[in-house]
């Protein structure tokens, strides 16, 4: 098979108990489904199960609304909650930035090579700084500018705006405002945040200068799905990178650009190919 062929992802997350897998492959079996991909994971102390099927789609005998139509008993049956994906449907991103360029332009490098095939409606920023870079990608851009007078209409306009495009999540590239926990409450597991930290250490403002102050070994960033409680959110991805006595703060301000550039687009892909399950704080990622 080659991975360029539609495919349907199945993801789900229900009570764990006998028969799930046999229920589920049997279901896709009896429709002459082909599975192509399969992931499983029981949380023996959360007693929840979850699972990922990638489905040939060409392999059914039926479309993708009757194929919903036709799982949702069984999903009732062992009450799960699930959903399925088209391949053939590109996820729509909406990128949000401030000053700091680096994810910003890593983002749009690897969705104008196509590694990221996804469509980018818009980037949206408190700051006028990059509205050239990014309408020279023929992408639109909006300036909502934020102040502390004006936050309740500057996340109003940015809901609008993600709302008008039709979007399936957004981005925070650097994006250095805390978002309202309106906006968090409204978008739960579609918006994901880089932080230049290793979570749970050094939240907040300048985790580098944190570090440097604390004299650690090891530097990373995280990548994390946003909530209402700052840097708190279900971490999709992490990494790290070693440093020592002689590095300055600068130093590790330049060596963590290159972490958070990988760690935000391998978090945004497990995202973007249904990989990633939350359950409470915690993710499941099938890599």
Same mark, same amino acid.
Not at 38 to 58: G, K, T, V
Not at 174 to 191: D, H, K, N, T, V
């Given at each position: 098979?080659?991975?360029?062929?539609?495919?349907?992802?199945?993801?789900?997350?229900?009570? #764990?108990?006998?028969?799930?897998?046999?229920?589920?492959?049997?279901?896709?079996?009896?429709?002459?489904? /082909?599975?192509?991909?399969?992931?499983?994971?029981?949380?023996?102390?959360?007693?929840?199960? %979850?699972?990922?099927?990638?489905?040939?789609?060409?392999? *059914?005998?039926? #479309?993708?609304?009757?194929?919903?139509?036709? %799982?949702?008993?069984?999903?009732?049956?062992?009450?799960?909650? /699930?959903?399925?994906?088209?391949?053939?449907?590109?996820?729509? =991103?909406?990128?949000? !930035?401030?000053?700091? +360029?680096?994810?910003?332009?890593?983002? &749009?490098?690897? /969705?104008?090579?196509?590694?990221?095939?996804?469509?980018?409606?818009? !980037?949206?920023?408190?700051?006028? @700084? %990059?509205?050239?870079?990014?309408? /020279?990608?023929?992408?639109?851009?909006?300036?909502?500018? $934020?102040?502390?007078?004006?936050?309740?209409?500057?996340?109003?306009?940015?809901?609008?705006?993600?709302?008008? $495009?039709?979007?399936? =999540?957004? !981005?925070?590239?650097?994006?250095?405002?805390?978002?309202?926990?309106?906006?968090?409450?409204?978008?739960?597991?579609?918006?994901?945040?880089?932080?230049?930290?290793? &979570?749970?250490?050094?939240?907040?403002?300048?985790?580098?200068?944190?570090?440097?102050?604390?004299? =650690?070994?090891?530097?990373?960033?995280?990548?994390? %799905? $946003?909530?209402?409680? *700052?840097?708190?959110?279900?971490?999709?991805?992490? #990494? =790290?990178?070693?440093? @020592?006595?002689?590095?300055?703060? +600068?130093?590790? !301000?330049?060596?963590?650009? #290159?972490?958070?550039?990988?760690?935000?687009?391998?978090? *945004?892909?497990?995202?973007?190919?249904?990989? $990633?399950?939350?359950?409470?704080?915690?993710?499941?990622?099938?890599?």
């Amino acid at each position: 098979m080659k991975t360029s062929e539609r495919r349907y992802t199945l993801s789900l997350s229900c009570p #764990d108990r006998v028969g799930i897998v046999a229920a589920v492959s049997s279901f896709l079996a009896s429709h002459n489904g /082909w599975i192509t991909e399969a992931n499983h994971h029981a949380d023996q102390e959360a007693e929840r199960f %979850f699972m990922r099927q990638e489905i040939l789609a060409d392999s *059914l005998t039926m #479309d993708l609304p009757t194929l919903r139509e036709k %799982f949702a008993p069984l999903a009732e049956q062992y009450e799960m909650d /699930w959903r399925i994906h088209d391949s053939a449907r590109k996820k729509r =991103v909406v990128i949000m !930035v401030s000053r700091q +360029e680096h994810c910003l332009y890593d983002l &749009l490098s690897r /969705w104008q090579s196509r590694e990221l095939d996804i469509e980018i409606p818009c !980037v949206i920023s408190n700051h006028e @700084d %990059f509205r050239g870079f990014v309408e /020279w990608h023929g992408i639109p851009f909006h300036h909502v500018p $934020v102040t502390a007078d004006n936050k309740a209409e500057a996340y109003g306009r940015v809901m609008d705006l993600f709302d008008e $495009v039709q979007a399936d =999540v957004m !981005v925070l590239a650097r994006y250095m405002q805390i978002l309202s926990p309106e906006m968090c409450a409204r978008y739960p597991g579609r918006i994901i945040n880089i932080h230049h930290s290793f &979570l749970p250490s050094f939240v907040g403002a300048k985790p580098y200068h944190q570090a440097y102050q604390r004299g =650690v070994k090891l530097i990373g960033a995280t990548c994390h %799905f $946003v909530t209402a409680d *700052l840097d708190q959110g279900p971490i999709i991805e992490q #990494d =790290v990178i070693r440093i @020592d006595h002689s590095d300055a703060p +600068e130093d590790l !301000v330049r060596y963590g650009k #290159d972490i958070e550039k990988a760690v935000l687009a391998r978090g *945004l892909r497990y995202h973007l190919e249904d990989r $990633v399950l939350i359950h409470g704080n915690k993710t499941v990622v099938f890599r």
